[in-house]
């Protein structure tokens, strides 16, 4: 069964820390996504990625990073978290096959805390 | 700017209901339009809807896209419990598969 997993389901962490939220797909996707999900915003993209080492900034990027070292990873970065920054966060990953385009397969969430 | 309008943002229903949600859209270069389900977790992919395929259905489900109207709605019969969830929609907008998400509509079927 294909998967995306990201590392933590829940995390709290307090004001100024630097977050790291982790993401790995096995289905080598090129693309991958960073989403934050707030209830009547709906979901937001934060940056996503078409190839190793490579990003591209979403609508909401302040405040955060990314990293994708290899292919199946994605790193959302918090470089110091604030309380605006409690959220669920949302890894994605699709893949353009011919140019046709399948849809997102999403990991099950990180609902992160900052206090 | 880009931008995808889902109505109502919340909705109570009794299992046995039909429901509509309502998706529309207001975007550059739309490629295609996608419904998906969120439960607790990961959103699910339900249908996706292009030029090409307007109407969709799957069981108790079914989507139709009017372009012209630049929207969509999902139909869902003889609602249940486990039908409960946000429904969100979708638009993809690029040659590169980036895509617009709605605030969602948050469904609860009641027994």
């Known amino acids: 069964d294909v998967k995306v997993t990201q590392s933590s389901r829940y995390l709290v962490k307090r004001t100024g820390e630097k977050v790291f939220l982790e993401c790995v797909q096995d289905m080598d996707h090129e693309n991958m996504f960073w989403y934050r999900q707030d209830p009547g915003l709906g979901l937001r993209l934060i940056y996503f990625s078409y190839d190793v080492k490579m990003k591209e900034k979403g609508d909401i990027p302040e405040g955060y990073s990314v990293s994708r070292e290899k292919k199946e990873r994605f790193s959302l970065i918090l470089e110091s978290a604030s309380t605006n920054q409690t959220s669920m966060y949302l890894c994605a990953s699709s893949s353009i096959i011919s140019r046709v385009f399948y849809g997102y397969t999403f990991g099950s969430g990180t609902r992160l805390t900052v206090v | 700017e880009d931008k995808v309008v889902q109505s109502p943002l919340s909705l109570v229903v009794h299992e046995g209901d039909t429901v509509t949600l309502n998706c529309s859209y207001e975007v550059t270069n739309f490629r295609s339009l996608l419904w998906y389900k969120q439960e607790k977790k990961a959103p699910t992919f339900l249908f996706m809807l292009?030029?090409?395929?307007i109407e969709k259905k799957s069981g108790r489900l079914s989507s139709i896209l009017d372009k012209k109207e630049l929207s969509s709605i999902l139909n869902i019969t003889a609602t249940q419990t486990g039908d409960s969830a946000i429904y969100l929609c979708a638009v993809e907008v690029t040659s590169y598969d980036k895509v617009i998400f709605g605030p969602g509509t948050s469904l609860s079927v009641i027994p």
């Open positions: 292009t030029s090409s395929g």
